[in-house]
């Protein structure tokens, strides 16, 4: 559903590029492909759970198709932030591996219990699973932040976007130009969490300075 090797990032040039066509690809174009990938997969687990419902797959197909997308979702996020499989590290996927192994997992495996056991309706499954796909962003956005390190971005500024924001993100927004190390990602430390619509713009104070100094 999200296929990262579409999109490069060309380390010389610090800049991403579809592939293979190398028209430039702005972050904002960037996080707009990761919503629509999200929006894919809700609608892929909408389907699969009417077919748990119609008895048309097993419990246990069920559980191994959804583990599998949440797995292949958080990491195919996370290439695609840092520009294809060839920029994304063995110590990424490792971050990567102890956050599925540490907190998706378990809160998966509460959930098909909790399904097994008949305590939700089908569009409270439903709904319980958009949030796991929205939790790929943590994955994206993390990856984006890393990337802007890279490319010597010091400062970063909490951008809202057109919807309902809790009070958490738009204090965020009111701080405007801070430290890229002491603003907080988009669905972090934010009540709205993983369903957060905020993104955020970086760049380095030296590029700041020169544009109205230079």
């Not at 990761?34 to 909408?46: E, G, M, N, P, V």
């Not at 802007?148 to 809790?166: N, P, V």
Request: proline content about 3%; glycine content about 4%; overall charge positive.
């Amino acid at each position: 559903m999200l296929t990262p090797s579409n999109i490069r990032f060309d380390r010389s040039k610090q800049q991403y590029f579809y592939h293979p066509s190398d028209r430039l690809v702005s972050d904002y174009q960037l996080r707009k492909i990761h919503y629509k990938a999200i929006l894919a997969t809700s609608q892929w687990s909408d389907r699969l759970v009417d077919s748990l419902q119609s008895k048309d797959i097993t419990f246990s197909d069920f559980q191994l198709q959804v583990a599998t997308q949440l797995k292949n979702l958080k990491v195919a996020s996370l290439e695609l932030s840092k520009g294809g499989k060839s920029n994304t590290f063995a110590l990424d996927y490792l971050g990567q591996a102890n956050q599925l192994r540490q907190i998706d997992y378990p809160a998966l495996k509460k959930l098909f219990l909790e399904i097994k056991e008949g305590k939700h309706s089908a569009k409270m499954v439903k709904s319980r699973l958009r949030n796991f796909w929205k939790s790929s962003r943590q994955a994206f956005e993390s990856g984006i932040k890393s990337r802007a390190e890279l490319r010597g971005h010091d400062f970063a500024i909490r951008i809202l976007a057109i919807a309902d924001h809790c009070e958490d993100c738009v204090t965020f927004a009111k701080l405007g130009i801070q430290p890229i190390y002491r603003l907080p990602l988009p669905t972090e430390q934010c009540r709205c969490s993983f369903n957060c619509r905020c993104s955020y713009y970086t760049g380095s104070y030296k590029s700041l300075s020169d544009r109205f100094h230079g």
